[in-house]
């Protein structure tokens, strides 16, 4: 599976930015997506992940600091992910990860519940 991250940029704060992630490769067995964030001298956190089985709706979960301000959402049709982000704020400053896991094992907002990553997209938001 290969990742491939868009859409980081400068903004200012109270502005809005919508990240993408294109995935190709062995895409059918996908179980979950995810965004992750790492700030300048921080550790890499979840951000939101959204995962699907078969025909049932996708379930979608955030962490609280994003949470009211960011979607996450996916186009099938595309492999695409997405990640809407509204209402930034300079903390939201950081290099965005996209991630994909194969499996179910692990909680999926656990960083090391994934084993495909991006190279990561810089989103910096000016105060």
């Known amino acids: 599976v290969q990742l491939v991250e868009s859409g980081g940029g400068l903004v200012q704060a109270g502005g809005s930015l919508r990240l993408s992630c294109a995935a190709s490769g062995s895409i059918n067995s996908i179980t979950s997506m995810a965004w992750f964030r790492q700030a300048p001298g921080k550790e890499r956190e979840f951000a939101a992940h959204?995962?699907?089985?078969?025909?049932?709706?996708?379930?979608?979960d955030y962490a609280d600091s994003v949470k009211g301000r960011f979607t996450i959402s996916r186009d099938n049709a595309e492999n695409t992910v997405y990640l809407q982000m509204n209402s930034l704020k300079p903390e939201d400053t950081a290099v965005y990860y996209c991630?994909?896991?194969?499996?179910?094992?692990?909680?999926?907002?656990?960083?090391?519940?994934?084993?495909?990553w991006g190279q990561g997209t810089l989103v910096t938001v000016s105060s």
């Open positions: 991630a994909a896991r194969q499996t179910t094992w692990g909680l999926a907002t656990m960083l090391s519940s994934y084993r495909y």
């Open positions: 959204v995962s699907w089985s078969g025909t049932a709706t996708d379930y979608v």
